[in-house]
């Protein structure tokens, strides 16, 4: 049985354009650049640099963009083309001053091509004789090095490998014999199996001597109690002094963990961090610009503006013609769209990174991480008027150039807490302090998470020792054992 009944229901929907607009805003700059060229190359009713006609000031008119264009069937009685010829005045946009300087312009640093890690060792190899087993097992070898160059798989994984998939039928001792000789390429310590065989291969290397032999008993053989760092156990084992035992160590601390990290010529993706915005300080005052980069001249073409002119001047108005007014409109619908969801793009980081600024003044100013103040995304996005998510896209992608460095603009955001005067402090803050007394901490004797948070205390901030481990860790610091020193 059909029945009716009326149903209230409260919902929210983002228009195609807000989407695309949120998208916009978490760009940075580089992807930016990219999204606008893609911009660019699809739509030829937008075009950028300077526009220099007169007569084509305001080819596109201030009409609010429809966003039923794309669900409803356009008829071109509905069009205006008044509306897309108007040029009685100049929109703002034309007259709008980019946050930049001519002079800031980004100037791209070319960086010089090279060979990969892999193809380094295998030019090595041609120096070694080796018969072809020999070098289809070497090449082999080297494929299977990393890069930081090691070798993770074990060798009998290795071997069978070799006969399913290269047709070299051996034994796991040849692959071995062959794997001494890639282990003698440079860097030293490259194709090694485990941390311990990659520095005993780069001890092997040096000069003999005696803290060199005692550094590579002490890793053959104790390799567990060293990395504890359990220096009296080594002490007492290998019957040495304490101070033949620093040599030792010494010795070790000057090897590289990561011999294929070392070879400058690898090919790896080079990351460069353009930052979106800079903070300089003028005459005592913290002066927030926009990388010039983020605001690029457009305007919609006037060619597309000539063709809805000649055909609002024809008498007789052909089927193709309709059709052809119809792709214009959408064309320069959405180049309207585009260089206004720029405009709103600009508006929104300049805004949201200065209210970040004024927030953060006191540190901008000294650039002491103590100053930090305690900031949510919350606190930013309502000085704004503006959704939380707005802020989260422009803090976690965007990088802004200060007097102190190129930093992440996310990690100007801290939790707060209370300190003994019941003032609100940023967790950046203790972190910072931590920090510093880590550093200064006898080395000998280093500070235990418990000692940390007495200290702590003692100036002001009342954390458990918990706490601190948490703060410990997020720092990248080790345990109190871990950071003992001879």
């Not at 009998?156 to 006969?163: E, G, K, M, N, R």
């Not at 008993?217 to 060293?226: D, R, T, V």
């Not at 706490?467 to 345990?479: D, H, M, N, S």
Request: net charge negative.
């Amino acid at each position: 049985m059909l029945k009716q009944h009326l149903q209230f229901k409260l919902s929210q929907k983002l228009s195609p354009q807000q989407i695309q607009l949120m998208k916009l805003i978490q760009l940075p700059t580089q992807a930016f650049e990219q999204r606008l060229k893609q911009e660019l190359e699809e739509n030829p009713a937008l075009e950028s640099g300077k526009d220099k006609s007169d007569e084509f000031n305001d080819e596109y008119g201030d009409d609010a963009f429809d966003d039923s264009v794309d669900n409803e069937s356009i008829s071109t009685e509905d069009i205006n083309i008044d509306d897309y010829l108007s040029d009685d005045e100049i929109p703002d946009y034309r007259t709008h001053a980019n946050n930049y300087s001519s002079d800031d312009e980004e100037k791209s640093v070319p960086y010089a091509a090279g060979i990969s890690f892999n193809q380094y060792l295998l030019n090595q190899l041609t120096t070694v004789y080796l018969d072809d087993e020999e070098w289809g097992i070497a090449e082999f070898l080297v494929g299977s090095v990393d890069e930081s160059g090691y070798i993770r798989r074990p060798l009998s994984d290795i071997t069978d490998d070799l006969a399913f998939t290269q047709n070299i039928y051996t034994e796991e001792s040849v692959v071995e014999k062959v794997l001494k000789t890639v282990q003698e390429l440079d860097p030293p310590g490259v194709a090694a199996r485990s941390l311990e065989e990659c520095l005993v291969l780069q001890l092997r290397r040096k000069n003999s001597s005696p803290e060199v032999e005692l550094a590579i008993e002490i890793l053959e053989k104790s390799f567990e109690q060293f990395s504890k760092k359990h220096y009296k156990k080594l002490i007492q084992k290998f019957d040495v002094s304490e101070e033949e035992l620093k040599e030792a160590i010494s010795e070790i601390e000057k090897l590289n963990p990561k011999p294929g990290g070392s070879y400058s010529g690898n090919n790896r993706i080079v990351e460069h961090v353009v930052p979106d915005f800079s903070i300089k300080i003028v005459d005592g005052e913290l002066d927030l610009t926009l990388n010039g980069r983020n605001a690029p001249e457009l305007h919609v073409s006037k060619d597309y503006s000539n063709m809805l002119k000649g055909y609002k001047e024809a008498k007789e108005k052909s089927k193709q013609q309709k059709d052809t007014v119809l792709f214009i409109k959408q064309k320069l619908d959405a180049a309207k769209w585009f260089i206004d969801a720029i405009k709103q793009r600009q508006q929104t980081l300049f805004v949201t990174m200065s209210t970040i600024m004024n927030h953060q003044q006191e540190y901008f100013l000294t650039g002491d991480e103590r100053k930090l103040k305690p900031m949510i995304l919350k606190d930013i996005a309502d000085k704004i008027e503006m959704d939380v998510s707005t802020v989260s896209r422009v803090a976690n992608s965007k990088y802004v150039d200060t007097p102190y460095g190129t930093k992440l603009i996310k990690e100007f955001f801290s939790e707060s807490m209370k300190n003994e005067q019941g003032e609100d402090v940023s967790t950046r803050e203790i972190k910072k302090i931590l920090e510093t007394l880590i550093r200064d901490e006898l080395k000998k004797k280093p500070l235990t998470d418990d000692k940390l948070a007495k200290m702590l205390k003692e100036k002001g901030y009342p954390i458990a020792r918990r706490t601190v481990a948490k703060y410990r860790e997020q720092l990248g610091i080790p345990v109190a054992r871990l950071r003992k020193e001879i």
